[in-house]
């Protein structure tokens, strides 16, 4: 698995370029900002973008899919309950003083239990509503790694006080969907460092 994490933006998003090494196809997961600098990663190891995923439509996660869809040609994939905090992306950017991106259009919606390729590399989607209510993360069986967006950091969860947001189901989401991962599972926050499920279910105060 080629994993490239680069912290694209002004609130420096974990955005994920995710490559299978023989076929060279690939996904980009939460392309906030910085795309050509996204390119640069996927152009290095020369790879083939085939989906391009948001983990929730926060405007730093998902501020730069169109121009990466534009250079691509890939599809850009969002669970469909976000679908209205797509359509406050500029009030978003106000909120953090940046330039609104301009409209985002969602290619295909993504839920519970669907599967994700790219070559042999294979990711199940997790259905985490909380920190907004289309939160997804992506979690992949076979190399142990889930990408967690905003719903699970080292040492804390996501706010829930933005729109969309709920404590009661981030809380839910995280004990039924991301704690039933096994311990050694590599967690990918949407910010900051990595950690592991093992580490968070031992250390993290929201989930005692
Ligand atoms: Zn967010």
């Not at 090494?21 to 906030?32: F, S």
């Not at 600098?37 to 501020?63: F, S, Y």
């Amino acid at each position: 698995m080629i994993h490239e994490i680069l912290a694209v933006g002004p609130l420096q998003c974990n955005c994920s370029v995710i490559g299978d090494e023989a076929t060279r196809e690939a996904m980009v997961i939460d392309p906030g900002d910085d795309i050509e600098d996204v390119l640069a990663l996927v152009r290095k190891h020369h790879l083939e973008v085939k989906q391009i995923v948001i983990t929730h439509a926060h405007i730093d996660h998902v501020g730069g899919a169109m121009k990466l869809r534009a250079a691509t040609g890939a599809p850009i994939l969002l669970n469909q309950n976000d679908y209205a905090l797509l359509k406050m992306l500029d009030m978003q950017a106000a909120w953090i003083g940046v330039a609104p991106p301009g409209k985002v259009e969602i290619d295909h919606s993504l839920n519970q239990a669907d599967t994700l390729k790219a070559g042999s590399l294979t990711a199940s989607v997790l259905q985490t509503p909380g920190h907004t209510e289309g939160s997804i993360c992506l979690y992949f069986p076979a190399e142990k790694k889930l990408i967690a967006g905003d719903t699970l950091f080292a040492g804390s969860i996501g706010r829930t006080d933005l729109p969309g947001g709920d404590f009661d189901k981030i809380i839910d989401s995280l004990h039924e969907k991301v704690l039933a991962l096994p311990d050694d599972t590599v967690v990918v926050p949407g910010h900051g460092p990595l950690t592991t499920i093992g580490e968070e279910r031992e250390s993290n105060p929201f989930l005692k």
